[in-house]
């Protein structure tokens, strides 16, 4: 692990993971690589809800600017 860790103790590491999972809700980006269906989700390991395919793409919306 590298010397510029930027956490002081586990509870600030903690609370920054919070803060990723608090981000990624109704924030995840998902996109079914066999039927095309797209929608916004809260988790990665999704089922396409049209066509039950696992063959899902899921990104962080969040993480991406508007314009």
């Known amino acids: 692990m ?3 860790f930027p956490f002081q103790n586990p509870d600030q590491l903690q609370q920054w993971h919070q803060g990723i999972k608090d ?3 109704n924030n995840i980006f998902c996109h079914c ?16 809800i049209q066509c039950s395919s696992k ?3 899921s990104i962080s919306s969040w ?5």
């Open 63 to 67: 993480q991406f600017p508007d314009d």
């Open 33 to 48: 690589h066999a039927c095309g269906y797209e929608w916004m989700d809260s988790a990665f390991d999704v089922i396409c």
């Open 23 to 25: 981000a990624n809700r």
């Open 2 to 4: 590298s010397d510029n």
């Open 55 to 57: 063959d899902v793409e």
